[in-house]
Structures are given as C-alpha cells and as structure tokens.
C-alpha cells in the first residue's frame, strides 16, 4: 500500500511575519519557534522595530550594534538628572549612577528581553529612583512600561564617537593605575570609527584587512531593497573609488547597507560621494516597476542579508 505524501500543503508568512522554522529576528541563531515565537510564553515578546520614534533611531541602532565608542546626552521629560547615553559601559553594564548622581546607559548589553528600548526605559527607571553610585541592571523581563523614547524629550541626538573608551573615567579626576590598565586594555580591542556628517547614521570604520562603510537606513525594507536594485542595475552603488556594495545587515526592524573599501580610503573621502548616494537614493525610492535586470539585481541583494537583532 502506498504511503501517503509527507508533503503537506502549509501556508506562508503573511508579508512581515517570520516562519517558525525562519531565524529568529533577535539574532539568537534559535529558529523562531523555538525562541521568541516559542508557545506558551517561553520567550519574551519580540518588537521588531523597537526604536521607532526614538530620536536619531537610526543612529542608536549604529551606535548598539556597529559603533565601539560613542556617547550622547538624554533629557529627561521629567526630573533634571543628567542622562548619558554610551555605546557599552564598562563590564558591559546597563545603566550606572555615578558618584554626582549622573546616569549612564549602556547600549551593548548582555541581556535580552525581546525589546532593548524598554530594557533601556525600565534601566533608567530604576536608576532614577537611587542616587546611590554603583550599577543599575534587570535580572528579569521588565514587563510593561515606558520605553526610553518616552522617558526623553529629545528631538535628536547629538552624538560623540570617540577614539576609545576614555569617557569611561573622564568624570574621575584622580586616577589610579589599576583604572589606566584596564582603560588601555579595552581600549586595544577599539577599531577606528567615524560617523560622516554629510548623511544620517553613516559611519566608517577600519578593521585592519579592510574598511567599511556601514549606514543604518530609515526606509521600509522592500521599498528600500527595490531601490537599491534600481541603483545597483545602474552601476550607481559605489561610495567611494573602487568601492563594493557588499550586503546588508539587518537590526532592529531596519536595513544598514555595507560597503567595503579599499585601506587607505578614510573617512573624509566619502562624504561628497555618499550625499550623491542619498540624493540617488532618494529619487530611486519614487521607481515604479523592476525591470528584468533590477529584478535580478534585487534577488542577489536579498540573498546578501545578514540579521543581527
């Protein structure tokens, strides 16, 4: 007797939504159903987009997944404390109150509760309601609350990247050896970053073998994938000479598009290049229908995605 087919018909995602044998967004290499779409609540609920209406969204997605060092002020809609947001805060801590009463946010953390921007909300909370010094952190989910974008009242952010991680200590007027050997030992693992000024949440970066331009885009992905097809199909995807247009990243809910450069190229170099990119861009946002060859060109691209939150 014949065996019955194992294939059965199964439906597809709606657009937006991740199959459960897909990657789970969040980057834990987990399939969905086994991590943040697991049954029962296993997992804690997973925001997509967690930073929309974040002031400079873009910019803090560069500055907690890309960018080593950099730092930017908060102002609270509530309270004159003075916030500081930070790429990553030493021993990689979520939030510190230092000896003043200054809060410090940390970006690079080692938790993960399905929506870092409400991690961020509840850390700050908590570290307003202490102005005892020390390290402020979640062990836990920290359920329903503000997220950070409605703590602050900030129209944008006015970031510093910073060659290492001095900002660290630069509170400190005494410091002692131990803190300068641990400074540079940390600052060894910085690799030199510079946001360009020319455009939104473009930032260059050396590793060594190569340099990088990496640039945290605003626009919904397909509409964003289909002009840069459109680009691409038209030779017009170059930030630099002998530039590469590589792939992309995906953090967060959003597209950062990733360039390789040859060494030596700098990061001074590519802003006339990438506010001709921009404006390109944002005319090949307006297209209407792919071409065959922009088609074409958009399947390659979607192939060369890497999902990273």
Known sequence: MAKKSRNRT????????????????????????????AAGGAAPTFVARPFEGMPSECDVIALRELVPAATAPLTLKEGDRTVRLATLLPGAAPAMVRDSGDIWLGLQVQH??????????????????TEEPGIVGLMTAPGDGPSI???ISDSSLDITVHDGFEYWIDDIPDRDATMEAALEQANDGVMPTSRLTSVEAAYWTNVGTKEHLRWVMPHPEDELLDALARLHAAGQDSVAEDSRFVGMFRAHGLLAPV???????????????????????DEALKGGELSAAERSARAGLANRQVTIR
């Open 10 to 37: 199964q439906s597809a995602p709606a657009a937006g939504e991740v199959g459960p044998r897909q990657p789970c967004p969040c980057g834990s290499g987990k399939r969905y159903k086994a991590c943040h779409g």
């Open 259 to 281: 360039w390789d450069l040859p060494v030596g190229t700098g990061a001074e170099v590519l802003e006339g290049p990438a506010a001709k990119f921009a404006a390109d861009l």
């Open 149 to 151: 974008q409605d703590l």
């Open 112 to 129: 993960s509760y399905g929506n870092p921007a409400r991690d961020l909300g509840a850390v700050l909370e908590a570290a307003l309601a």
